[in-house]
C-alpha cells in the first residue's frame, strides 16, 4: 500500500486544491455559481453530480493551481466511507482539500482507494500520494489504523500459496508478537498428532516446507476480558482427494483468507490497547493431494473428543477450525469470533460483498449488524437453525464433516463448527469471502477485508476504555 502516513494529514492552512462535493439535487444550484467557461467544462466531461462522478474545472483564482476538482455523491451532508474514493483513484498526484463540509468517514476511502499490490509488479500507471487534509486531526490515527488493517488483509489474501504458506502465516504472527509484546506459542507438523488431530490430518499430505501447524499469539493483562479471534489459514486448497477442478482451483490462495482477517484485527486490537485479554488461534495447512492424504470414509479424532467422518475432503476448513475453537474454549474466552472462507453456499446466497453472519446471541449479532451498518461493511445474519443438525449425523461417529444433498451447506457448516465451541461461550462465526472479483471506488479487485471492520467497531464498543 501507498505510504499511509502521506495520505491523510492534519490541515493547518497548507497550500491545497479545492475538492467541491455535489449531488444531483444540487448540482443546478451549485453550478449557477460558476462562469460560463465553468459550466461548460462540466458539461463537456458529462458532469452533473451522480455518485462516484469526477470532473476538473479551471480555475482563475489569484495564487491558486488553477483548477479545482469537483466530485459525485448522494449525499454531500452524510459522507459514507467511499464518498471521496474516486477522486483518490482519479486525481493528479497533490494535496487536496474539501470546501464546505468535513471529511468524516471518508478519510478511510481516501486511503484504501490509493493501494497498490506491486510485490511481483511496478505499477508504472500509478500517481500518488494524493494527500488529503482534515481539520478533524483527533481522527486521523483510527482512520490510518483502519486502512493499515485493511491493506493487511488485502496484502496477505493477494500473495500466491507458494510465497504464502503455513510459515510465512506464522511469521506475520511472529512479527505482531514482537511489535506488541505479545507471548507466540506454534505446534507444527507432526507435534499437532495429539493435541490438534485434525489440523494434523488436513495438513500432513504438504510438503515439509508448507507443513501444517497451529499458531497462537496472547496479549493483554491477565485480568482482563478474554476474547479469542480464530483464523482459517489453509494456504492453498486443492481439495485434497475430492479434488478441485482446475477453474475452481484458480483463486484458493484466498483460503487463508480468514486467517488474513484474523490477523489484521488481531493488529487493530493490539494497536489500539483494546482492554481485553486477546487470544489468537490460526490453524495454518496446505490441503494437498500424497499417498498420506486423509480420505473420504476415515474417521479423524477431534481435540474436543468428537470423532467425525469424512464425507469430503474438501469441507476440510471447519476441520481445522474445529480444533482451533475447541482450544480457544478451553482457555476460559467469554468471547469467541471467527473468520473463514467457508462455504460456496454463503457466496451464492449473498453474492461477494456480504459475509454470512452466524452467531449464537441476538444481542452479538446485532451488535456486529450495526457495527457494519454504520461504517460501511454491512454483514447478513443467516440461521444457526437446529432443525438441521441432523443433517451433520453419522452411522459410525459423532458427525460428519459435510452433509449429503447440498441444502443450507453455510448453516450446516456454522453448525458444525458450533459443535466444538464450549457450552455458554457468545460466540459469532463470518463465512466471508476475503475477495472481490472485480473493482469499486476504494475497493480494487483482488483481497478484500469484509466484516473486519463490522467486527473492530462492535468490539470497540463492546470494551470501551
Known amino acids: 500500500m501507498t505510504d499511509k502516513t502521506a495520505l491523510i494529514q492534519p490541515d493547518r492552512g497548507q497550500d491545497a486544491i479545492a475538492i467541491h462535493l455535489v449531488n444531483t439535487d444540487g448540482f443546478e444550484a451549485w453550478a449557477r455559481t460558476l462562469s460560463a467557461p465553468q459550466r461548460a467544462a462540466l458539461a463537456a466531461q458529462k458532469f452533473i453530480g451522480k455518485g462516484y462522478q469526477t470532473a476538473i474545472v479551471p480555475d482563475s483564482a489569484k495564487d491558486g493551481p488553477g483548477?479545482?476538482?469537483?466530485?459525485?455523491?448522494?449525499?454531500?451532508?452524510?459522507?459514507?466511507?467511499?464518498c471521496l474514493a474516486k477522486l483518490a483513484e482519479a486525481l493528479p498526484a497533490g494535496t487536496y482539500?474539501?470546501?464546505?463540509?468535513?471529511?468524516?468517514?471518508?478519510?478511510?476511502?481516501?486511503?484504501?482507494?490509493?493501494?497498490?499490490?506491486?510485490?511481483?509488479?511496478?505499477?508504472?500507471?500509478?500517481?500518488?500520494?494524493r494527500v488529503l487534509l482534515t481539520q478533524d486531526a483527533a481522527a486521523i490515527p483510527a482512520a490510518e489504523a483502519e486502512a493499515e488493517a485493511t491493506a493487511m488483509v488485502r496484502d496477505l489474501v493477494n500473495v500466491p500459496a507458494e510465497d504464502m504458506g503455513p510459515?510465512?502465516?506464522?511469521?506475520?504472527?511472529?512479527?505482531?508478537?514482537?511489535?506488541?509484546g505479545a507471548k507466540l506459542t506454534v505446534t507444527r507438523g507432526d507435534a499437532l498428532e495429539k493435541g490438534f488431530p485434525m489440523v494434523h490430518a488436513v495438513g500432513r499430505a504438504a510438503a515439509r516446507s508448507h507443513a501444517p501447524r497451529l499458531i497462537e499469539l496472547e496479549w493483554g493483562a491477565e485480568d482482563a476480558p478474554r476474547l479469542a479471534v480464530v483464523g482459517k489459514g489453509v494456504c492453498f486448497d486443492s481439495g485434497g482427494l475430492d479434488i478441485k477442478t482446475g477453474s475452481s482451483m484458480a483463486l484458493m490462495k484466498k483460503d487463508m483468507g480468514g486467517a488474513a482477517h484474523a490477523l489484521a484485527l488481531?493488529?487493530?486490537?493490539?494497536?489500539?490497547?483494546?482492554?481485553?485479554?486477546?487470544?489468537?488461534?490460526?490453524?495454518a495447512v496446505e490441503n494437498a493431494v500424497a499417498g498420506n492424504a486423509f480420505r473420504p470414509g476415515d474417521v479423524l479424532k477431534s481435540r474436543k473428543g468428537l470423532t467425525v467422518e469424512i464425507t469430503n475432503t474438501d469441507a476440510e476448513g471447519r476441520l481445522v477450525l474445529g480444533d482451533a475453537l475447541a482450544k480457544a474454549s478451553e482457555d476460559g474466552a467469554g468471547l469467541i469470533l471467527d473468520f473463514a472462507t467457508l462455504t460456496g453456499a454463503a457466496r451464492v446466497a449473498l453474492g461477494?460483498?456480504?459475509?454470512?453472519l452466524f452467531a449464537r446471541e441476538d444481542a452479538t449479532a446485532q451488535a456486529l449488524l450495526d457495527a457494519g451498518t454504520a461504517?460501511?461493511?454491512?454483514?447478513?445474519?443467516?440461521?444457526?437453525?437446529?432443525?438441521?443438525?441432523?443433517?451433520?449425523?453419522?452411522d459410525i461417529a459423532d458427525l460428519v464433516n459435510s452433509a449429503s444433498g447440498?441444502?443450507?451447506?453455510?448453516?450446516?457448516?456454522?453448525?458444525?463448527?458450533?459443535?466444538?465451541?464450549?457450552?455458554?461461550?457468545?460466540?459469532?462465526?463470518?463465512?466471508?469471502?476475503?475477495w472481490r472479483p472485480a473493482a469499486k471506488p476504494g475497493r480494487p479487485k483482488g483481497g478484500a477485508?469484509?466484516?473486519?471492520?463490522?467486527?473492530?467497531?462492535?468490539?470497540?464498543?463492546?470494551?470501551p476504555d
Open 97 to 129: 482539500r474539501r470546501v464546505g463540509g468535513p471529511t468524516g468517514p471518508a478519510l478511510y476511502g481516501w486511503q484504501t482507494a490509493q493501494y497498490r499490490f506491486t510485490r511481483y509488479k511496478d505499477d508504472k500507471e500509478a500517481e500518488g500520494p
Open 352 to 356: 461477494p460483498d456480504l459475509p454470512g
Open 67 to 82: 483548477w479545482f476538482a469537483v466530485g459525485g455523491v448522494a449525499d454531500p451532508d452524510e459522507l459514507s466511507s467511499w
Open 375 to 394: 461504517h460501511d461493511d454491512p454483514v447478513w445474519r443467516l440461521p444457526l437453525h437446529e432443525g438441521y443438525r441432523e443433517m451433520m449425523a453419522s
Open 449 to 463: 477485508a469484509l466484516g473486519l471492520r463490522a467486527a473492530w467497531h462492535m468490539l470497540q464498543a463492546r470494551y
Open 406 to 434: 447440498g441444502f443450507a451447506g453455510a448453516t450446516t457448516a456454522a453448525l458444525f463448527l458450533d459443535r466444538f465451541v464450549g457450552d455458554g461461550i457468545d460466540w459469532a462465526h463470518f463465512d466471508t469471502f476475503a
Open 266 to 283: 488481531a493488529r487493530l486490537i493490539m494497536g489500539q490497547r483494546l482492554k481485553v485479554r486477546l487470544h489468537l488461534l490460526v490453524p
Open 167 to 180: 510459515e510465512q502465516l506464522e511469521a506475520v504472527a511472529a512479527d505482531l508478537a514482537r511489535e506488541f
